[in-house]
């Protein structure tokens, strides 16, 4: 693997662009709602296929998205 | 020492003496001489100058300095002072200190640039949209327009209040001998001030209160602030009052008026005195009550059609007649008018039939 | 469960601005505005400077901004917001003061604020989020609604003879001498958005070497009014809005 994101519950909204703009599809809008009765968006990535590319969270309006990345030594 | 003052730039340079930082006007008619002058001095101070695209924005400007907890002023006449109500609800919806002079003018609408008091409701009832009110001084003459602005500075800062000072167009113009207070020192800002969050939490301000209750409790508070206002503030000059059977009730340039025509009355024999309040908000109001028991009349004389004359029935409350004289459009009632009128209330005519 | 563990080794590369609150916003899901605040934030981190900005609020959806950046803020009548940042700024020569305002506020009832905040050079950053509609309010026609465009004040889409045409703000303010930097961008997808930051990071440099007013107009969406899913309505700021409101630069500051 060499990207992950993790989504904060406290601020999804469930807009799901995030998961319109990934280019792996790697996120899909969960069966679970927030407190606030949004439908949350997760993350399945089975064959650690996420880059870590960071598009997911260029899209979120609510900076709900934090990624992160394998990055090679110097 | 006394040197002979414009009353618009008495008021524009005593601005300056107390310290104002900041001074956002527009051009109107009859206190272009106070923009005027503070176009040359705020530069020469490495102050803050802007001549405005309008009154809505000069007020807006005012809003945005006061935020960032500076002294700062505008001016304007009555059509300016109707762009600036607006303004004047979210400075006191948001607990800002700021000074206003309003150099009135005939109206309704554009009216005229004669002088004129007819801005008294709208200035002392608050103007603006909600409940609150401007702390409002009336000056008579150009020294104390100088002492009501400096005044006005240190008012709005200790309440955290918009403090109007109300004048008229004669008052702007004329030229009399006074004497302006010595420049002091610009003020430190205070806490609550938005300078940057530069090793403290950010500060906030705005007039929001989107719940009702919370509202409530924003508004409760306003209404304390004013209480202290009215229990501390409350400014007047009584004259001739201590035997007076006919006291005659004007503010400024009217209560100047008046004055003159109570001299000559006296010397008629008319007694006759002047009860003229320097603070339209606190009105000096248990001093009218009180007054209101001593004498026989009461005679309030404006230059408009009778504004302040329903506050002063309000508070006398029948315990004597209140008669009215008022001229307005910008048409100034002149002592002998006065003098006649009072010449013809009844309560004195019963003595001078005697 | 909240939050995933990471597998070690990774290196987090992107987290939430240090100037964004913690809170929850009250926009609508999908709201364009969540972007640009975020980008505002960003580029404040990035800049350093989050302990000398002052912020100014409209009223507009985004009236409570005040609630999501960890700054000073204030929050001004409709429309006057250049006006009040004026006031601020004069007298705040050090700090970064902008105003974040919507096309119901800037365009219309803050025209001449604007018209004349950029005219006087002021030193302020204008962060303008136009998505040609009255959000806040339910939707009503705004100065820069599209013609055609179906809103609750234009029921039978705009019609240019008795509505109007749509106002081009930045072709509008370029014109202008004081005006130092007025770019349009466009929040519709990845390398947009990009882009938008890159002009709101030279915005704010812009001001910081005092060259005069710098205005970034942001095309944006606003789903819920539109009657759209946010990625439709996405798509439709590309599809309908850039046609409009071509993206560019109409204004650069002449300093090298």
């Known amino acids: 693997m060499t990207g992950y994101v993790t989504i904060d519950e406290s601020l999804c909204k469930g807009c799901a662009l995030c998961v319109t703009v990934c280019p792996k599809g790697l996120l899909q809008l969960a069966r679970r709602f927030t407190s606030k009765g949004y439908q949350l968006v997760e993350l399945i990535d089975p064959a650690s296929a996420c880059t870590g590319c960071a598009m997911c969270a260029t899209l979120c309006p609510e900076a709900a998205l934090r990624v992160y990345r394998t990055v090679k030594a110097a | 020492m006394k040197e002979l003052l414009r009353g618009n730039v008495a008021f524009a340079e005593a601005a300056v003496r107390a310290g104002c930082e900041a001074y956002f006007g527009y051009p109107i008619t009859p206190q272009n001489e106070a923009l005027e002058h503070l176009a040359r001095r705020m530069p020469e101070l490495g102050r803050v100058f802007v001549q405005a695209e309008s009154e809505v924005a000069a007020i807006n400007m005012v809003y945005g300095a006061a935020c960032a907890g500076v002294r700062a002023m505008t001016s304007s006449s009555s059509p300016g002072m109707s762009l600036m109500m607006e303004g004047l609800s979210y400075l006191a919806g948001s607990d800002l200190p700021a000074v206003v002079v309003d150099i009135m003018r005939g109206g309704p609408g554009l009216g005229n640039i004669a002088p004129a008091q007819s801005d008294y409701q709208q200035m002392v009832k608050g103007g603006g949209h909600g409940d609150y009110k401007l702390l409002v001084l009336a000056p008579a003459t150009v020294q104390e327009l100088i002492d009501h602005t400096v005044l006005a500075f240190d008012l709005a800062e200790r309440y955290r209040c918009v403090a109007v000072v109300l004048a008229d167009g004669s008052l702007g113009q004329m030229m009399e001998p006074a004497e302006l207070p010595p420049l002091q020192p610009l003020r430190p800002r205070p806490s609550w001030a938005l300078t940057g969050a530069k090793s403290r939490p950010p500060n906030v301000i705005t007039s929001i209160h989107l719940d009702p209750e919370e509202e409530e409790r924003f508004n409760h508070h306003l209404q304390a602030k004013y209480a202290e206002i009215k229990a501390h503030e409350v400014r007047l000059v009584e004259d001739r009052l201590d035997d007076a059977r006919l006291a005659v009730v004007a503010f400024g340039t009217a209560g100047r008026l008046a004055q003159t025509a109570i001299k000559a009355a006296r010397a008629e024999g008319l007694a006759v005195g002047l009860f003229r309040p320097l603070t339209l908000y606190p009105f000096p109001e248990a001093q009218l009550r009180r007054l209101a028991e001593r004498v026989e009349a009461v005679l309030v004389v404006e230059m408009n059609t009778g504004q302040m004359l329903e506050d002063v029935e309000r508070i006398v409350a029948g315990r004597a007649p209140v008669s009215f004289f008022g001229r307005t459009g910008g048409v100034m009632p002149m002592p002998e008018e006065i003098l006649s009128v009072i010449r013809r209330c009844p309560q004195l005519c019963q003595e001078v039939a005697r | ?256």
Not at chain 3, 33 to 39: D, E, K, N, Q
Not at chain 3, 145 to 171: F, H, N, V
Not at chain 3, 177 to 206: C, P, Q, T
């Open chain 3, 1 to 256: 469960m909240m939050i995933a563990p990471i597998e070690a080794g990774m290196t987090l590369v992107y987290q939430r601005p240090d100037t964004l609150t913690p809170v929850p916003t009250h926009y609508c899901p999908g709201c364009t505005h969540g972007i640009a605040h975020r980008l505002v934030a960003e580029v404040i981190d990035e800049l350093g400077v989050r302990e000398q900005t002052i912020g100014v609020a409209p009223v507009g959806c985004s009236v409570f901004a005040y609630r999501y950046f960890n700054c000073d803020f204030a929050q001004a009548a409709h429309g006057r917001a250049p006006a009040m940042a004026t006031g601020l700024k004069r007298v705040n020569p050090d700090q970064l003061v902008f105003t974040y305002q919507g096309d119901g506020d800037l365009a219309s009832i803050g025209m001449a604020e604007i018209i004349h905040a950029a005219a006087r050079g002021e030193n302020l950053t204008v962060i303008f989020v136009n998505n040609a509609i009255y959000g806040m309010t339910g939707g009503q026609m705004a100065p820069t609604t599209l013609a055609g465009q179906r809103t609750t004040s234009s029921p039978s889409g705009r019609d240019l003879t008795t509505q109007g045409y749509p106002l081009k703000i930045s072709e509008l303010l370029s014109q202008i001498d004081g005006a130092a930097y007025v770019v349009r961008r466009s929040l519709h997808d990845v390398v947009n958005i990009k882009r938008a930051k890159k002009a709101i990071r030279i915005a704010f440099e812009v001001q910081q070497r005092g060259l005069g007013l710098s205005l970034v107009e942001l095309l944006s969406s606003c789903p819920t009014n539109w009657r759209m899913t946010p990625e439709a309505a996405l798509a439709w700021i590309k599809d309908e809005m850039v046609p409009v409101y071509p993206l560019g630069d109409f204004k650069l500051p002449k300093e090298a």
